[in-house]
């Protein structure tokens, strides 16, 4: 096993441990801070993996942090909505 899926693997755990917790907060700060770090985690994954074990890493840390994805998601659906309404 190599140094990015040791750090992805302490990554997922640390993920884990902190959605244990409870939170006032619904763990908003903590999300910010693991995609800050996974995000890079990710790509280096990517660069020394390849994408089939890129992609399995992706999903479970989507997995993980699915709120913000959900929320992403959104964003993104309605950015393109409108956009194509302002060309209409």
């Known amino acids: 096993m190599n140094l990015s899926l040791i750090l992805a693997c302490l990554w997922l755990v640390l993920a884990n441990v902190i959605a ?4 006032k ?7 910010y801070v693991l995609i800050t770090f996974g995000l890079p985690l990710l790509g280096f ?10 992609l399995l890493v992706f999903a479970a840390a ?3 942090l699915r ?6 998601i959104r964003w993104i ?3 393109v909505l409108a956009r194509s309404e302002s060309k209409a």
């Open 25 to 31: 907060k619904k763990h908003w700060p903590a999300a």
């Open 20 to 23: 244990m917790f409870p939170s």
């Open 67 to 72: 709120w913000p994805v959900r929320f992403f």
């Open 62 to 64: 989507a997995s993980i």
């Open 77 to 79: 659906k309605a950015t």
């Open 45 to 54: 994954v990517f660069w020394e993996n390849g994408i089939w074990i890129g």
